[in-house]
């Protein structure tokens, strides 16, 4: 998929940002095309080679009349079932995170927050949950126009 300057995009693992512009650089003596993204969560910048972007996961952020959708998925998904093994658990929930899918995320989202609420998270969960936050937050705040504050109460309120 081709984007352009000004575009919202996720990419796996690192959450949603806009294109800030597309950069030419020469690598191995030859000219490509990069996209340079800025995350507003975590003050992150990107370099994506334009021509494998699609390999990377990279897509453009949901439209606003999906947050509805994605609001009700929080709401009422159900829990997916995990496995006891702490270390199953975690290849399963990074596996869910590297597809980039919002719903995916929102998965692991959700399973974390509610046994946030009834164990102690290790420290690989906390990261998890962290990472799964940001990116999930990060797409519904660019999505909306929302701020961060906001987004954090609507999706604290689908899980109450």
């Keep these: 998929m081709d984007f352009k300057k000004g ?3 996720v990419f796996p693992l690192h959450g949603a940002g806009v294109i800030s512009e597309i950069k030419q650089s020469v690598i191995d003596g030859e000219t490509k095309d ?4 800025d995350l507003p969560y975590g003050n992150l910048h990107l370099m994506v080679p334009a021509s494998q972007s699609g390999g990377t996961g990279l897509r453009p952020v949901i439209s606003p009349k999906e947050i509805e959708n994605v609001l009700e998925y929080i709401r009422t998904s ?3 079932p995990q496995d006891p093994n702490w ?3 975690q ?3 990074l596996e869910l995170m590297k597809t980039g899918d919002i719903y995916r995320i929102i998965d692991v989202y959700k399973y974390l927050a509610l046994r946030e609420k009834t164990k102690t998270l290790s420290s690989g969960e906390k990261k998890m ?3 799964a936050k940001k990116i999930l937050f990060s797409e519904i705040q660019l999505a909306s126009g929302m701020e961060k504050e906001e987004v954090e109460t609507m999706i604290g309120r689908c899980l109450a």
């Design 34 to 37: 990069f996209y340079m993204i």
């Design 78 to 80: 159900e829990v997916l």
């Design 129 to 131: 949950f962290v990472s």
């Design 87 to 89: 270390n199953k658990r």
């Design 7 to 9: 575009d919202f995009v």
């Design 91 to 93: 290849r399963d929930q």
